[in-house]
C-alpha cells in the first residue's frame, strides 16, 4: 500500500517569502502523525499543500500514491482547515450532502447518517449550524472531512478554538477515527494533545523539520535522581537500568536511601529544545 502522505523536498515561495524550504515527510497507511511547530512554521501551508488548495514551488507531494491535487488525490483526501465558517443557515445532514456532491461521494443517506453518528451529532442532523456551539461545528467540520471515506485526514488546528471538554471529544473522536484506519495529519500546538493521540510527531520549524520520531524517542532519559540521607543528587547520562547499581553503591557508601527517579523529558521539553526556548 502507498504512503498516505509523501512530500519529498517540498519548497513554497509566497513572493520573495519562503515557507517551505526543502520537507519531506511520510504519513504510513493509518498512521496519526502531529505536526507541531510555532505560528508561521509553514504547518497551514503543507497541509494546503497536500490538500491540493496551493501548489508546491518545487518538490513533490502526493497523496496515497497520486500527486497531491489530481483526481486521485482529492478523492483520498479530507481536509479540515484552520478557520472554516459554514454557512449559519446549513443544517448538519444538509451540510454532508452538500459535501457529497462536492466530492462525489455516491455513501447517500447512510454516510451521512454514520458520519453524524461518529462525531457524535446523530441527534443533530437537523440542526442549523447557526443554532451550534463551537465544539459542534467543530465536529460537524470533522464530519465533513470524512465524506468520500478519505484515506488521508488533514486537520489543521482542530481544537485551538475548543473549551478543554469540547478538546476531550475531539481526541476521543480522534480514537474513533483511528480504529477506522485513517491516516491523520493532525497540526496543533497543544503538545499534550498530540502526544496523547499521535503515533508519531514532526516538528516544523521556519519551514524546516527540525523532528521527527514516536513522542517517546523525542522525549529523552534525562539521567536518575537519587534521594538520600546525604542530598538529593541527579545522575545525568544514567537511565533506568543504572538504579539497582546506583542504590547499591549509595548504600555500600553507607548512606540512607529514600527514593529513586529516572527522570525523563516530556514532548514539551523536546519541542522546546527543538524550536528554542524563546519561541511562543
Ligand atoms: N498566501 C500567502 N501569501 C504570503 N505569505 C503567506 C501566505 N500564506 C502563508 N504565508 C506565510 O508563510 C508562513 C507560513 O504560514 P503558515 O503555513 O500559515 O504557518 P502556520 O500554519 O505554521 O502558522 C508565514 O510566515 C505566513 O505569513
Ligand atoms: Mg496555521
Redesign the pocket.
Not at 505560528?39 to 501551508?45: D, H, I, L
Given at each position: 500500500m502507498p504512503a498516505a502522505l509523501r512530500v519529498t523536498e517540498l519548497r513554497k515561495r509566497?513572493?520573495g517569502?519562503e515557507?517551505l524550504r526543502g520537507v519531506s515527510l511520510e504519513i504510513a497507511p493509518g498512521e496519526v502523525v502531529g505536526l507541531l511547530?510555532p505560528?508561521?512554521?509553514?504547518?497551514?501551508?503543507l497541509a494546503k499543500i497536500a490538500a491540493g488548495l496551493v501548489r508546491p514551488s518545487a518538490g513533490s507531494a502526493e497523496v496515497a500514491g497520486h500527486p497531491a491535487g489530481s483526481a486521485g488525490a482529492r478523492a483520498a483526501v479530507g481536509y479540515l482547515a484552520e478557520l472554516f465558517r459554514f454557512p449559519a443557515w446549513m443544517g448538519a445532514d444538509e451540510l454532508l450532502r452538500l459535501h457529497q456532491r462536492l466530492s462525489g461521494s455516491d455513501g447517500g443517506e447512510r454516510e451521512r447518517a454514520e458520519l453524524l453518528e461518529l462525531v457524535g451529532l446523530g441527534h443533530a442532523a437537523r440542526v442549523r449550524v447557526g443554532e451550534m456551539s463551537k465544539g459542534m461545528q467543530q465536529r460537524l467540520g470533522i464530519a465533513q472531512a470524512l465524506v468520500g471515506s478519505p484515506r488521508l485526514l488533514l486537520l489543521d488546528e482542530p481544537t485551538s478554538a475548543l473549551d478543554p471538554a469540547g478538546r476531550r471529544v475531539v481526541r476521543e473522536l480522534l480514537e474513533g477515527i483511528r480504529e477506522r484506519g485513517i491516516a491523520v495529519l493532525l497540526?496543533s500546538h497543544l503538545l499534550g494533545e498530540v502526544e496523547r493521540v499521535c503515533d508519531s510527531v514532526a516538528i516544523?520549524l521556519a519551514g524546516e523539520v527540525v523532528a521527527r520520531g514516536r513522542p517517546a524517542e523525542l522525549a529523552r532519559p534525562r539521567g536518575v535522581e537519587i534521594e538520600t540521607d546525604a542530598g538529593v543528587r541527579v545522575i545525568a547520562g544514567a537511565g533506568r537500568e543504572d538504579v539497582p547499581r546506583l542504590v547499591e553503591e549509595a548504600v555500600a557508601r553507607g548512606e540512607r536511601v529514600y527514593a529513586v527517579r529516572p527522570l525523563q523529558s516530556t514532548l514539551e521539553d523536546a519541542y522546546l529544545e527543538a524550536v528554542g526556548e524563546g519561541q511562543e
Open positions: 509566497y513572493g517569502f515557507a511547530g505560528n508561521g512554521a509553514g504547518k497551514s501551508t497540526s516544523l
